[in-house]
Nanobody
């Protein structure tokens, strides 16, 4: 499975961005997709996840501001980020899990910068 993420950029405080991630390869057996982020000097952390049945999971900083969604036909996952704040500045990584083989996959990071 290969993951390609895009959509990052520079946005002002309070603005919005939409991240996209497309999966290719043996993507049909992906069970869960998610977005993680890593800010400078900090560990990578979960932002939001979505399972095949549509169940979502949001980390506290993202709850109420971010929305994760999937397009199963396009094998893609999206992260709509609203009300962005400077603390959201980070590299955002797309993640996929194929639990049947216990394999995790990561895309390249896409940089989100929120100016104050």
């Amino acid at each position: 499975v290969q993951l390609q993420a895009f959509g990052g950029g520079l946005v002002q405080n309070g603005g919005s961005l939409r991240l996209s991630c497309a999966a290719s390869g043996n993507a049909a057996t992906i069970n869960r997709m998610a977005w993680y982020r890593q800010a400078p000097g900090k560990e990578r952390e979960l932002v939001a996840a979505i399972d095949n049945d549509g169940t979502t999971d949001y980390a506290e900083p993202a709850a109420g501001r971010f929305t994760i969604s999937r397009d199963y036909a396009k094998r893609a996952v999206y992260l709509q980020m609203d009300s962005l704040i400077p603390e959201d500045t980070a590299l955002y990584y797309c993640y996929a899990l194929r639990s049947i083989v216990r394999q995790e996959y990561w895309g390249q990071g896409t940089l989100v910068t929120v100016s104050s």
